[in-house]
Protein backbone atom coordinates (compact mmCIF):
# COMPACT_ATOMS: atom_id res chain seq x y z
CA UNK A 1 0.00 0.00 0.00
CA UNK A 2 2.71 2.27 0.45
CA UNK A 3 3.41 2.85 -2.91
CA UNK A 4 0.51 3.97 -3.67
CA UNK A 5 -1.18 5.74 -1.13
CA UNK A 6 2.10 7.68 -0.68
CA UNK A 7 1.90 8.68 -4.34
CA UNK A 8 -1.67 9.98 -4.69
CA UNK A 9 -1.00 12.02 -1.25
CA UNK A 10 1.54 13.32 -2.85
CA UNK A 11 0.28 15.16 -8.37
CA UNK A 12 -14.23 29.52 -36.49
CA UNK A 13 -15.19 32.01 -38.00
CA UNK A 14 -13.23 32.92 -41.37
CA UNK A 15 -10.17 32.10 -39.48
CA UNK A 16 -7.08 34.57 -40.58
CA UNK A 17 -3.90 32.46 -41.20
CA UNK A 18 -0.51 33.68 -40.40
CA UNK A 19 2.65 31.58 -41.63
CA UNK A 20 5.85 31.35 -40.78
CA UNK A 21 8.71 29.95 -42.71
CA UNK A 22 10.42 27.47 -39.79
CA UNK A 23 13.39 25.85 -40.54
CA UNK A 24 15.57 24.59 -37.98
CA UNK A 25 19.19 23.50 -37.87
CA UNK A 26 19.59 19.78 -37.92
CA UNK A 27 16.20 18.79 -38.87
CA UNK A 28 15.70 17.43 -42.60
CA UNK A 29 13.91 19.81 -44.06
CA UNK A 30 11.79 22.34 -43.18
CA UNK A 31 7.75 23.42 -41.93
CA UNK A 32 5.44 26.20 -42.86
CA UNK A 33 3.65 26.85 -39.10
CA UNK A 34 0.43 28.88 -39.21
CA UNK A 35 -1.20 30.83 -36.35
CA UNK A 36 -5.40 30.54 -36.81
CA UNK A 37 -7.60 32.95 -34.80
CA UNK A 38 -10.62 30.75 -33.74
CA UNK A 39 -14.00 32.36 -32.22
CA UNK A 40 -14.31 29.34 -30.28
CA UNK A 41 -12.32 29.80 -27.23
CA UNK A 42 -10.95 27.21 -24.52
CA UNK A 43 -12.61 28.77 -21.85
CA UNK A 44 -15.19 32.10 -21.02
CA UNK A 45 -13.53 35.42 -20.95
CA UNK A 46 -14.77 38.01 -19.20
CA UNK A 47 -15.93 40.54 -21.48
CA UNK A 48 -14.07 43.08 -20.38
CA UNK A 49 -11.04 41.44 -21.16
CA UNK A 50 -9.48 42.01 -25.06
CA UNK A 51 -8.06 39.08 -26.64
CA UNK A 52 -7.24 37.00 -29.93
CA UNK A 53 -7.73 33.36 -29.27
CA UNK A 54 -6.25 30.63 -32.00
CA UNK A 55 -3.96 27.68 -32.78
CA UNK A 56 -0.57 27.61 -33.75
CA UNK A 57 -0.05 24.60 -35.97
CA UNK A 58 3.65 23.16 -35.90
CA UNK A 59 4.95 19.95 -37.18
CA UNK A 60 4.39 16.84 -33.89
CA UNK A 61 8.29 16.06 -34.36
CA UNK A 62 10.67 18.36 -36.28
CA UNK A 63 13.57 15.84 -36.63
CA UNK A 64 11.27 14.10 -39.11
CA UNK A 65 10.77 15.64 -42.91
CA UNK A 66 6.97 14.03 -43.12
CA UNK A 67 5.78 14.76 -39.77
CA UNK A 68 2.26 15.69 -39.45
CA UNK A 69 1.00 18.79 -37.92
CA UNK A 70 -0.50 19.61 -34.49
CA UNK A 71 -2.56 22.22 -32.95
CA UNK A 72 -1.73 24.52 -29.77
CA UNK A 73 -4.05 27.07 -28.44
CA UNK A 74 -2.70 29.93 -27.57
CA UNK A 75 -4.38 33.34 -25.79
CA UNK A 76 -3.12 36.85 -26.59
CA UNK A 77 -4.36 38.85 -23.79
CA UNK A 78 -3.85 42.60 -24.56
CA UNK A 79 -2.68 45.00 -21.93
CA UNK A 80 -4.74 46.84 -19.20
CA UNK A 81 -2.77 49.61 -19.77
CA UNK A 82 -3.12 52.65 -22.37
CA UNK A 83 0.46 52.71 -23.25
CA UNK A 84 2.04 49.13 -22.90
CA UNK A 85 5.63 47.91 -23.19
CA UNK A 86 6.48 46.44 -26.78
CA UNK A 87 7.64 43.06 -25.07
CA UNK A 88 5.10 40.74 -23.69
CA UNK A 89 4.72 38.03 -21.03
CA UNK A 90 4.90 34.32 -22.51
CA UNK A 91 3.53 32.16 -19.91
CA UNK A 92 3.13 28.25 -19.59
CA UNK A 93 2.81 25.89 -16.61
CA UNK A 94 4.64 22.65 -14.92
CA UNK A 95 3.80 18.97 -14.80
CA UNK A 96 5.01 17.40 -17.05
CA UNK A 97 1.22 17.21 -18.22
CA UNK A 98 -0.54 20.13 -16.48
CA UNK A 99 -2.79 22.00 -18.40
CA UNK A 100 -2.26 25.94 -18.88
CA UNK A 101 -5.61 27.30 -20.69
CA UNK A 102 -7.75 27.56 -17.15
CA UNK A 103 -5.84 30.42 -16.08
CA UNK A 104 -7.48 32.33 -19.00
CA UNK A 105 -10.54 32.67 -17.04
CA UNK A 106 -8.94 35.01 -14.51
CA UNK A 107 -6.85 37.45 -16.22
CA UNK A 108 -8.15 39.91 -14.14
CA UNK A 109 -5.94 39.16 -10.91
CA UNK A 110 -2.96 38.61 -13.24
CA UNK A 111 -0.52 41.76 -12.34
CA UNK A 112 1.56 41.36 -15.20
CA UNK A 113 -1.22 42.99 -17.77
CA UNK A 114 -1.13 46.47 -16.02
CA UNK A 115 1.91 46.62 -17.87
CA UNK A 116 2.21 44.77 -20.96
CA UNK A 117 0.27 41.71 -23.07
CA UNK A 118 0.28 38.49 -21.51
CA UNK A 119 0.59 35.23 -23.60
CA UNK A 120 -0.71 31.72 -22.56
CA UNK A 121 0.54 28.72 -24.16
CA UNK A 122 -0.70 25.30 -23.91
CA UNK A 123 1.69 22.47 -23.80
CA UNK A 124 1.90 20.22 -26.73
CA UNK A 125 0.40 16.91 -26.04
CA UNK A 126 -1.64 18.77 -22.77
CA UNK A 127 -5.43 18.77 -22.40
CA UNK A 128 -6.69 21.87 -24.82
CA UNK A 129 -3.57 20.84 -27.36
CA UNK A 130 -4.55 18.49 -30.00
CA UNK A 131 -4.22 15.79 -30.03
CA UNK A 132 -4.00 15.26 -26.49
CA UNK A 133 -1.97 12.80 -24.73
CA UNK A 134 -4.04 11.30 -21.92
CA UNK A 135 -4.10 8.01 -20.56
CA UNK A 136 -7.45 7.28 -18.34
CA UNK A 137 -6.21 3.64 -18.60
CA UNK A 138 -3.20 4.73 -16.02
CA UNK A 139 -6.01 6.56 -13.75
CA UNK A 140 -8.04 3.65 -13.62
CA UNK A 141 -4.91 1.88 -12.56
CA UNK A 142 -4.17 4.41 -9.71
CA UNK A 143 -7.93 4.21 -8.64
CA UNK A 144 -7.73 0.23 -7.77
CA UNK A 145 -3.93 0.24 -6.78
CA UNK A 146 -5.19 2.42 -3.91
CA UNK A 147 -8.28 0.53 -2.90
CA UNK A 148 -7.47 -1.44 0.38
CA UNK A 149 -8.40 -4.90 -0.97
CA UNK A 150 -5.81 -4.88 -3.39
CA UNK A 151 -2.67 -7.08 -3.96
CA UNK A 152 -0.15 -5.06 -3.87
CA UNK A 153 1.79 -8.05 -5.69
CA UNK A 154 0.05 -7.85 -8.96
CA UNK A 155 0.85 -3.72 -9.03
CA UNK A 156 3.58 -4.30 -11.68
CA UNK A 157 1.75 -6.20 -14.04
CA UNK A 158 -1.94 -3.74 -13.37
CA UNK A 159 0.23 -0.70 -14.29
CA UNK A 160 2.22 -1.97 -16.92
CA UNK A 161 -1.23 -3.37 -18.80
CA UNK A 162 -2.37 0.07 -18.24
CA UNK A 163 0.60 1.31 -19.95
CA UNK A 164 0.93 -0.62 -22.63
CA UNK A 165 -3.39 -0.23 -23.03
CA UNK A 166 -2.43 3.65 -23.06
CA UNK A 167 0.11 3.76 -25.78
CA UNK A 168 -1.59 1.51 -28.10
CA UNK A 169 -4.60 3.37 -27.92
CA UNK A 170 -2.52 6.83 -28.65
CA UNK A 171 -0.55 5.13 -31.38
CA UNK A 172 -3.74 4.21 -33.26
CA UNK A 173 -4.30 7.39 -33.56
CA UNK A 174 -1.18 8.24 -35.39
CA UNK A 175 0.83 9.49 -32.68
CA UNK A 176 4.28 10.01 -32.77
CA UNK A 177 5.79 9.73 -29.01
CA UNK A 178 9.09 11.15 -29.88
CA UNK A 179 7.80 14.26 -30.24
CA UNK A 180 6.78 15.34 -26.98
CA UNK A 181 9.52 16.73 -25.23
CA UNK A 182 11.08 20.09 -23.86
CA UNK A 183 12.97 20.80 -26.72
CA UNK A 184 9.80 20.81 -29.24
CA UNK A 185 8.15 22.55 -26.55
CA UNK A 186 10.57 25.42 -26.83
CA UNK A 187 10.48 25.52 -30.35
CA UNK A 188 6.82 26.04 -30.43
CA UNK A 189 7.47 28.80 -28.45
CA UNK A 190 10.16 29.95 -30.59
CA UNK A 191 8.00 29.80 -33.85
CA UNK A 192 5.05 31.68 -32.16
CA UNK A 193 7.39 34.06 -31.31
CA UNK A 194 8.33 34.41 -34.81
CA UNK A 195 5.01 33.80 -35.95
CA UNK A 196 3.87 37.04 -34.09
CA UNK A 197 6.89 39.08 -35.00
CA UNK A 198 7.48 39.58 -31.63
CA UNK A 199 10.79 41.28 -31.24
CA UNK A 200 11.76 40.61 -27.80
CA UNK A 201 9.88 39.19 -24.81
CA UNK A 202 9.98 37.96 -21.47
CA UNK A 203 9.07 34.74 -19.97
CA UNK A 204 7.26 33.54 -17.08
CA UNK A 205 7.20 29.65 -16.21
CA UNK A 206 6.67 27.47 -13.26
CA UNK A 207 7.98 24.03 -11.96
CA UNK A 208 9.16 21.68 -14.65
CA UNK A 209 8.10 25.04 -17.43
CA UNK A 210 11.53 25.92 -16.68
CA UNK A 211 13.17 23.79 -18.42
CA UNK A 212 11.59 25.46 -21.30
CA UNK A 213 13.15 28.24 -20.15
CA UNK A 214 16.39 27.14 -20.26
CA UNK A 215 16.24 25.78 -23.68
CA UNK A 216 15.33 28.61 -24.97
CA UNK A 217 17.66 30.84 -23.78
CA UNK A 218 20.13 27.82 -24.76
CA UNK A 219 18.91 27.65 -28.44
CA UNK A 220 16.99 30.59 -28.76
CA UNK A 221 18.17 33.44 -27.06
CA UNK A 222 18.19 36.49 -29.14
CA UNK A 223 14.58 37.65 -28.43
CA UNK A 224 14.84 36.88 -24.84
CA UNK A 225 14.70 39.65 -22.90
CA UNK A 226 14.46 38.50 -19.20
CA UNK A 227 13.39 35.17 -17.72
CA UNK A 228 11.02 34.87 -13.92
CA UNK A 229 11.93 30.95 -13.32
CA UNK A 230 8.99 30.31 -10.00
CA UNK A 231 10.46 26.72 -8.47
CA UNK A 232 13.18 26.16 -10.63
CA UNK A 233 14.14 22.64 -12.18
CA UNK A 234 17.53 22.90 -13.35
CA UNK A 235 18.29 20.55 -16.80
CA UNK A 236 21.21 19.10 -14.89
CA UNK A 237 19.27 17.82 -11.83
CA UNK A 238 18.35 13.78 -11.55
CA UNK A 239 15.00 14.60 -9.89
CA UNK A 240 14.47 10.60 -9.27
CA UNK A 241 17.28 10.18 -7.52
CA UNK A 242 16.96 12.89 -4.35
CA UNK A 243 13.08 13.39 -4.28
CA UNK A 244 12.95 11.25 -0.61
CA UNK A 245 16.06 13.12 0.66
CA UNK A 246 15.09 16.75 -0.44
CA UNK A 247 10.82 15.78 1.45
CA UNK A 248 12.48 14.84 4.39
CA UNK A 249 15.29 17.85 4.12
CA UNK A 250 12.42 20.04 3.84
CA UNK A 251 10.23 18.29 6.53
CA UNK A 252 13.52 18.32 8.59
CA UNK A 253 13.55 21.98 8.17
CA UNK A 254 10.37 23.16 8.57
CA UNK A 255 10.10 21.11 12.49
CA UNK A 256 13.50 22.29 13.13
CA UNK A 257 11.89 25.95 12.78
CA UNK A 258 9.15 24.82 15.09
CA UNK A 259 11.20 23.35 17.67
CA UNK A 260 13.30 26.97 17.36
CA UNK A 261 10.22 28.90 18.03
CA UNK A 262 9.55 28.99 21.60
CA UNK A 263 5.39 28.95 21.37
CA UNK A 264 5.44 26.09 18.86
CA UNK A 265 8.17 24.17 20.70
CA UNK A 266 6.56 24.66 24.16
CA UNK A 267 3.18 23.47 22.45
CA UNK A 268 4.91 20.46 20.51
CA UNK A 269 8.26 19.73 22.72
CA UNK A 270 10.42 17.77 20.64
CA UNK A 271 8.01 17.18 17.73
CA UNK A 272 10.54 16.33 15.04
CA UNK A 273 12.65 13.70 16.80
CA UNK A 274 8.57 12.31 17.83
CA UNK A 275 7.76 12.10 14.33
CA UNK A 276 10.37 10.48 13.06
CA UNK A 277 10.56 7.85 15.45
CA UNK A 278 6.69 7.98 14.97
CA UNK A 279 7.07 7.00 11.03
CA UNK A 280 9.78 4.66 11.99
CA UNK A 281 7.49 2.80 14.46
CA UNK A 282 4.36 2.65 11.41
CA UNK A 283 7.21 1.25 8.98
CA UNK A 284 7.83 -1.73 11.24
CA UNK A 285 4.07 -2.43 12.76
CA UNK A 286 1.44 -0.58 10.12
CA UNK A 287 -1.02 2.12 11.35
CA UNK A 288 -4.52 0.07 11.35
CA UNK A 289 -7.76 2.91 9.81
CA UNK A 290 -11.09 2.11 9.31
CA UNK A 291 -13.27 4.58 7.49
CA UNK A 292 -16.21 4.27 5.33
CA UNK A 293 -16.45 3.07 1.81
CA UNK A 294 -18.86 6.48 0.94
CA UNK A 295 -19.64 3.86 -1.99
CA UNK A 296 -20.99 1.06 -0.57
CA UNK A 297 -21.22 1.60 2.69
CA UNK A 298 -18.54 -1.00 3.88
CA UNK A 299 -15.84 -0.41 6.76
CA UNK A 300 -12.46 -0.51 5.25
CA UNK A 301 -9.38 -1.02 6.40
CA UNK A 302 -6.00 0.54 5.12
CA UNK A 303 -2.60 -0.15 6.70
CA UNK A 304 -0.54 2.89 6.38
CA UNK A 305 3.58 3.26 6.76
CA UNK A 306 5.43 5.95 7.29
CA UNK A 307 5.81 6.22 3.56
CA UNK A 308 2.14 6.61 4.14
CA UNK A 309 2.02 9.18 6.96
CA UNK A 310 4.70 11.71 5.78
CA UNK A 311 1.30 13.15 3.73
CA UNK A 312 0.54 15.32 6.33
CA UNK A 313 3.30 17.22 4.90
CA UNK A 314 3.08 16.52 1.25
CA UNK A 315 -0.86 17.39 0.72
CA UNK A 316 -0.08 20.59 2.77
CA UNK A 317 -0.20 23.54 0.97
CA UNK A 318 1.35 27.14 1.41
CA UNK A 319 -1.93 28.07 3.66
CA UNK A 320 -1.60 25.10 5.42
CA UNK A 321 2.09 25.32 6.22
CA UNK A 322 1.50 27.09 9.32
CA UNK A 323 -1.18 23.87 10.83
CA UNK A 324 1.85 21.03 9.90
CA UNK A 325 2.99 20.65 13.82
CA UNK A 326 -0.44 20.70 15.25
CA UNK A 327 -1.27 18.31 13.01
CA UNK A 328 1.16 16.12 13.38
CA UNK A 329 0.97 16.14 17.13
CA UNK A 330 -2.89 15.09 16.55
CA UNK A 331 -1.49 12.46 14.84
CA UNK A 332 0.69 11.15 17.19
CA UNK A 333 -2.20 11.27 19.72
CA UNK A 334 -3.98 8.98 17.80
CA UNK A 335 -6.31 11.49 16.16
CA UNK A 336 -6.43 10.55 13.04
CA UNK A 337 -9.05 13.40 11.28
CA UNK A 338 -7.05 14.83 8.84
CA UNK A 339 -5.64 11.04 7.55
CA UNK A 340 -9.32 9.86 7.45
CA UNK A 341 -10.00 12.38 5.05
CA UNK A 342 -7.52 12.02 3.09
CA UNK A 343 -8.03 8.73 2.80
CA UNK A 344 -11.71 9.03 1.90
CA UNK A 345 -10.55 10.64 -1.85
CA UNK A 346 -9.42 7.26 -2.40
CA UNK A 347 -12.72 6.21 -3.41
CA UNK A 348 -13.53 8.95 -5.92
CA UNK A 349 -12.78 7.52 -9.40
CA UNK A 350 -11.24 8.73 -12.06
CA UNK A 351 -10.64 8.17 -15.51
CA UNK A 352 -9.17 11.60 -16.01
CA UNK A 353 -5.58 11.15 -16.96
CA UNK A 354 -4.90 14.52 -18.58
CA UNK A 355 -1.47 14.91 -20.12
CA UNK A 356 -0.34 11.80 -18.71
CA UNK A 357 1.02 10.53 -21.45
CA UNK A 358 2.85 13.83 -22.22
CA UNK A 359 4.09 13.64 -19.06
CA UNK A 360 5.60 9.77 -19.67
CA UNK A 361 7.32 10.52 -23.13
CA UNK A 362 9.23 13.57 -21.30
CA UNK A 363 9.97 12.05 -18.23
CA UNK A 364 11.06 9.15 -20.14
CA UNK A 365 13.34 11.03 -22.77
CA UNK A 366 15.03 13.64 -20.17
CA UNK A 367 15.09 12.23 -16.70
CA UNK A 368 15.01 7.86 -16.31
CA UNK A 369 17.79 8.02 -18.83
CA UNK A 370 19.92 10.05 -16.79
CA UNK A 371 19.30 9.03 -13.12
CA UNK A 372 20.92 6.00 -11.59
CA UNK A 373 18.90 3.03 -11.04
CA UNK A 374 20.95 1.64 -7.94
CA UNK A 375 20.96 5.58 -6.23
CA UNK A 376 17.29 5.28 -6.42
CA UNK A 377 17.03 1.92 -5.52
CA UNK A 378 19.22 3.04 -2.35
CA UNK A 379 17.18 5.63 -1.68
CA UNK A 380 14.02 3.54 -1.29
CA UNK A 381 15.54 1.91 1.40
CA UNK A 382 17.82 4.24 2.61
CA UNK A 383 15.98 5.92 5.36
CA UNK A 384 13.88 3.92 8.49
CA UNK A 385 11.45 6.91 8.62
CA UNK A 386 9.95 6.30 4.95
CA UNK A 387 11.55 2.98 3.60
CA UNK A 388 9.68 1.78 0.84
CA UNK A 389 8.61 5.09 -0.69
CA UNK A 390 10.31 5.54 -3.97
CA UNK A 391 11.95 8.57 -5.81
CA UNK A 392 10.88 6.75 -9.08
CA UNK A 393 8.36 8.75 -11.04
CA UNK A 394 8.02 6.34 -13.92
CA UNK A 395 9.69 2.82 -13.20
CA UNK A 396 12.20 1.13 -15.98
CA UNK A 397 9.77 -1.05 -17.11
CA UNK A 398 7.22 1.40 -17.82
CA UNK A 399 9.65 3.68 -19.57
CA UNK A 400 10.61 0.74 -21.50
CA UNK A 401 6.73 0.03 -22.72
CA UNK A 402 6.68 3.85 -23.57
CA UNK A 403 9.27 3.66 -25.89
CA UNK A 404 10.69 6.99 -26.75
CA UNK A 405 14.31 7.89 -27.56
CA UNK A 406 17.26 9.35 -25.25
CA UNK A 407 17.09 13.12 -25.65
CA UNK A 408 20.97 13.97 -26.28
CA UNK A 409 23.36 14.08 -23.41
CA UNK A 410 23.22 18.69 -23.40
CA UNK A 411 19.62 18.13 -22.11
CA UNK A 412 21.61 16.87 -19.01
CA UNK A 413 24.28 19.62 -18.26
CA UNK A 414 23.59 22.90 -17.03
CA UNK A 415 22.84 26.16 -18.97
CA UNK A 416 25.07 29.30 -18.53
CA UNK A 417 23.42 32.28 -20.02
CA UNK A 418 23.56 36.33 -19.15
CA UNK A 419 20.04 36.82 -19.62
CA UNK A 420 18.77 38.43 -16.96
CA UNK A 421 16.81 35.88 -14.55
CA UNK A 422 14.65 35.91 -11.38
CA UNK A 423 14.76 32.73 -9.71
CA UNK A 424 12.00 31.95 -6.87
CA UNK A 425 11.54 29.46 -4.23
CA UNK A 426 9.56 28.71 -1.65
CA UNK A 427 11.16 28.06 1.71
CA UNK A 428 9.88 24.75 2.29
CA UNK A 429 9.30 23.17 -1.22
CA UNK A 430 10.44 19.79 -1.13
CA UNK A 431 9.67 19.44 -5.13
CA UNK A 432 11.95 22.14 -6.50
CA UNK A 433 13.77 22.90 -3.03
CA UNK A 434 16.22 25.91 -3.23
CA UNK A 435 19.27 24.74 -2.98
CA UNK A 436 18.89 23.72 -6.85
CA UNK A 437 18.13 27.39 -7.62
CA UNK A 438 20.97 28.91 -5.64
CA UNK A 439 23.28 26.39 -7.85
CA UNK A 440 21.67 27.54 -10.63
CA UNK A 441 22.37 31.13 -10.20
CA UNK A 442 26.22 30.59 -10.61
CA UNK A 443 25.44 29.74 -14.29
CA UNK A 444 23.34 32.78 -14.68
CA UNK A 445 25.66 35.99 -13.94
CA UNK A 446 22.45 38.28 -14.14
CA UNK A 447 19.92 36.85 -11.78
CA UNK A 448 18.39 36.99 -8.66
CA UNK A 449 17.30 34.69 -6.22
CA UNK A 450 14.26 34.98 -3.73
CA UNK A 451 12.99 32.61 -1.18
CA UNK A 452 9.66 33.13 0.48
CA UNK A 453 9.67 32.26 3.79
CA UNK A 454 7.12 29.66 5.38
CA UNK A 455 6.05 29.10 1.94
CA UNK A 456 6.05 26.33 -0.73
CA UNK A 457 6.15 25.25 -4.18
CA UNK A 458 5.25 28.36 -7.14
CA UNK A 459 4.77 30.90 -5.29
CA UNK A 460 3.74 33.09 -7.76
CA UNK A 461 0.20 30.87 -7.78
CA UNK A 462 -0.33 31.96 -3.98
CA UNK A 463 -3.55 33.49 -4.59
CA UNK A 464 -3.80 34.55 -0.89
CA UNK A 465 -0.64 36.63 -1.15
CA UNK A 466 0.15 38.04 -4.44
CA UNK A 467 3.84 38.98 -3.17
CA UNK A 468 6.00 36.79 -5.57
CA UNK A 469 3.44 38.25 -8.79
CA UNK A 470 3.87 41.56 -7.64
CA UNK A 471 7.94 41.10 -6.93
CA UNK A 472 7.86 39.19 -10.71
CA UNK A 473 6.43 42.01 -12.55
CA UNK A 474 8.55 44.46 -10.75
CA UNK A 475 11.33 42.07 -12.40
CA UNK A 476 9.85 42.68 -15.73
CA UNK A 477 9.80 46.12 -15.52
CA UNK A 478 13.28 46.35 -14.68
CA UNK A 479 15.79 43.16 -15.36
CA UNK A 480 18.58 44.58 -14.66
CA UNK A 481 18.42 45.58 -11.11
CA UNK A 482 16.95 43.16 -8.16
CA UNK A 483 13.56 43.85 -7.45
CA UNK A 484 12.97 45.52 -4.14
CA UNK A 485 9.11 45.32 -3.01
CA UNK A 486 8.23 45.79 0.39
CA UNK A 487 5.93 42.83 0.48
CA UNK A 488 8.38 40.69 0.41
CA UNK A 489 10.31 42.28 3.60
CA UNK A 490 6.97 42.24 5.57
CA UNK A 491 7.03 38.36 4.97
CA UNK A 492 8.33 36.71 8.41
CA UNK A 493 8.65 33.35 9.50
CA UNK A 494 5.74 31.60 9.50
CA UNK A 495 3.55 31.89 13.02
CA UNK A 496 2.49 28.44 13.54
CA UNK A 497 -0.72 27.20 15.02
CA UNK A 498 -0.37 25.83 18.54
CA UNK A 499 -3.85 25.29 19.35
Given amino acids: MTKKIAYFLLMAFAPLIINCQSI ?21 INKKQKYTFGYLEVPENRQDSNS ?7 YIFKSRSKSPKKDPIIYTVGGPGETTMPSAQYMEYYKYLDDRDFILIEQRGNYYAKPHLDCPELAKATFRSNLPDFDETEYDV ?99 DCEANEGCNNAF ?7 YNYLKEKTEKPLEVKIDNPNNGKIETFNLTGADLIGVFTIASTEDIVNIPYEINKLLSDDLTLVKEQLSYLFQESNYGSGLGMR ?96 KHTPTTNWGNPCAMILANEFFNNPTEKPNSDCFEQIGSPEFKTE
Fill in 360 to 455: LSVWCAEEYPFSSQSIIKTETTKYPEVKGLSSETFEEEICKIWGVQKVSEIEDLAVKSDIPVLLINGEYDNLTPPKWANSMSNNLVNSYHFVFKGW
Fill in 158 to 256: LVAKATKDCRNRLAKKGIDFDGYNTNEIAADINDLVNILEIEKYNLLTISYSTKIAQVLMRDYPKKIRSIVMDSPLPLESNYDEESVKNLLETVDKLLS
Fill in 24 to 44: QENVKGSFNTTFTISKKTTHK
Fill in 269 to 275: PKIKTRF
Fill in 68 to 74: QTIKIPV
